[in-house]
T-cell receptor
């Protein structure tokens, strides 16, 4: 089983629609969850982080975390063509000692928003 | 522009060459990281340094040798690489204090090993 698994995609949505990106993780003691966006040929940039169960909203983006189901998602409302990118889910697991920085990434989901 | 710079941006090297990748951060962070991103594989953590001390080596082959002379600079020394080492190598930095902090990535070095 992959440590962090994302819906394989690619995902294509029309402009203005809601894009839903999903991620599951295998380690129950994971504690911090991040969504990064990576444009083609560019490096990842953080768009959302979430640490507690429930929803976290930031503009058009909503992250949802369910630790019991080991599931984290990202919703993008009113999708724009500029949202077209690869979205990476990342998780920090507690692996003994200091846990900071030990990000484990999923394989990414390619999102295309068409006009 | 994230405040993390990497040089060179592109590198082509033969299997017998020795080269180094350089990363510099201007954010006052204490932790720096090397990641490898290969086609069709997840972004993979290689090394973690905090306050110049290596705190993580994710089973990386010895042909990759990191060096962190201070909290602002990080190097990755490469020697006798294999074609399968061709990838995008990303450097990142963060405060180095909690598991909730953001990592800021540099633009990456795209490496091709012939």
């Amino acid at each position: 089983q992959k440590e962090v698994e994302q819906n394989s995609g690619p995902l294509s949505v029309p402009e203005g629609a809601i894009a839903s990106l999903n991620c599951t993780y295998s380690d129950r003691v994971s504690q911090s969850f991040f969504w990064y966006r990576q444009y083609s040929g560019k490096s990842p940039e953080l768009i959302m982080s979430i640490y507690s169960n429930g929803d976290k909203e930031d503009g058009r983006f909503t992250a949802q975390l369910n630790k019991a189901s080991q599931y984290v998602s990202l919703l993008i409302r009113d999708s724009q063509p500029s949202d077209s990118a690869t979205y990476l889910c990342a998780v920090i697991r507690i692996a003994g000692g200091t846990s900071y920085g030990k990000l484990t990434f999923g394989q990414g989901t390619i999102l295309t928003v068409h006009p | 522009e994230t405040g993390v710079t990497q040089t060179p941006r592109h590198l082509v090297m033969g299997m017998t060459n020795k080269k180094s990748l350089k990363c510099e951060q201007h954010l006052g962070h204490n932790a720096m990281y090397w990641y490898k991103q290969s086609a069709k594989k997840p972004l993979e953590l290689m090394f973690v340094y905090n306050f110049k001390e290596q705190t993580e080596n994710n089973s990386v082959p010895s042909r990759f040798s990191p060096e962190c002379p201070n909290s602002s600079h990080l190097f990755l020394h490469l020697h006798t690489l294999q074609p399968e080492d061709s990838a995008l190598y990303l450097c990142a930095s963060s405060q180095g204090e909690t598991s909730q902090e953001t990592q800021y990535f540099g633009p990456g070095t795209r490496l091709l090993v012939l």
